[in-house]
C-alpha cells in the first residue's frame, strides 16, 4: 500500500528556519517524482516544485524559487521542504504527492497519492 | 498555461447531475486532472489525462475533453460529493491548478 507520511504541525517565529517531511513507503522511492503544493487558508493549491530521487533533478514554480529548497534522501525514502528564514506568509498547510509512472496507458502529469499534510503557522 | 474553471461554486441537490468546466489557455493541453478535496484533507485523484478514471473512483465521475475545454460532471450526486473540485494541468514539470469549485448542498 502506498503511504506518503508528513511530519506534524509546526508554529514558528518570521525568520527562523524549518523543515518538514514526508516518508514514502509501498513503491520505490527513486522512481517516482514527488512535490510539495502550498494551500493558503481558505484558498486554492499551489504547486510549489518537484524532485526526482533518482538523481535529484529539482524543479521549482517560479514564486517559490529562492523562497525554500526541495531535498529528498533515499536512504530513508523522505523528501523535505526546507525554508531558511520563515515569513508571515508562509503560514499555510503544505501537501506532498506523488507522480505517477508515465507508461503507454497513462502520461503521469498529475498527482494520484498524497500525504496528509502538514500545517504551518508562522507568527509573532 | 493559464486553466479557467468555472463556475467557482454552485449549489445542488442529492441525485442532481454537476457539470464542471476548465479551460486551458494553451491548445495542446491533454494531460488534464481533476480532484476532490474535502475541509482538512488532502486532495484526491479522480480523473486523469482528462478522461481516465482512477482506480477506486466511483463511476458517477466523468471527465470530458473538447479542444481546449474540459469537463468534469458528476451523476447523481451523493452526499459524500459536496466538496472542491480542481483541476489541473502539466507544462514543462509544473502542475497548474485550476482555482477551484465549491459544490455546496442546496
Known amino acids: 500500500e502506498v503511504q506518503l507520511v508528513q511530519s506534524g504541525a509546526v508554529v514558528k517565529k518570521p525568520g527562523e528556519s524549518l523543515k518538514i517531511s514526508c516518508q514514502v513507503s509501498?513503491?520505490?522511492?527513486?522512481?517516482?517524482?514527488i512535490g510539495w503544493v502550498r494551500q493558503v487558508p481558505g484558498k486554492g493549491l499551489e504547486w510549489m516544485g518537484i524532485?526526482?530521487?533518482?538523481?535529484?533533478?529539482?524543479r521549482y514554480n517560479e514564486s517559490f524559487k529562492g523562497q525554500v529548497t526541495i531535498s529528498a534522501d533515499k536512504s530513508i525514502s523522505t523528501a523535505f521542504l526546507h525554508w531558511g528564514s520563515l515569513r508571515a506568509s508562509d503560514t499555510a498547510m503544505y501537501f506532498c504527492?506523488?507522480?505517477?509512472?508515465?507508461?503507454?496507458?497513462?502520461?503521469?502529469?498529475?498527482?494520484?497519492?498524497w500525504g496528509q499534510g502538514t500545517l504551518v503557522t508562522v507568527s509573532a | 498555461i493559464h486553466l479557467t474553471q468555472s463556475p467557482s461554486s454552485l449549489s445542488a441537490s442529492v441525485g442532481d447531475r454537476v457539470t464542471i468546466t476548465c479551460r486551458a489557455s494553451?491548445?495542446?493541453?491533454?494531460?488534464l486532472a481533476w480532484y476532490q478535496q474535502k475541509p482538512g484533507k488532502a486532495p484526491r485523484l479522480l480523473i486523469y489525462?482528462?478522461?481516465n478514471l482512477e482506480s477506486g473512483v466511483s463511476s458517477r465521475f466523468s471527465g470530458r475533453a473538447s479542444g481546449t475545454l474540459f469537463t468534469l460532471s458528476i451523476n447523481s450526486l451523493q452526499p459524500e460529493d459536496f466538496a472542491t473540485y480542481y483541476c489541473?494541468?502539466?507544462?514543462?514539470?509544473?502542475?497548474?491548478f485550476g482555482g477551484g469549485t465549491k459544490v455546496e448542498m442546496k
Open positions: 504527492a506523488r507522480r505517477p509512472l508515465t507508461t503507454d496507458k497513462r502520461t503521469g502529469r498529475e498527482f494520484d497519492f
Open positions: 509501498g513503491y520505490i522511492f527513486r522512481n517516482h517524482w
Open positions: 524532485i526526482f530521487p533518482g538523481d535529484s533533478d529539482t
Open positions: 494553451q491548445a495542446d493541453a491533454t494531460a
Open positions: 489525462d482528462a478522461s
Open positions: 489541473q494541468d502539466f507544462s514543462n514539470y509544473a502542475l497548474i
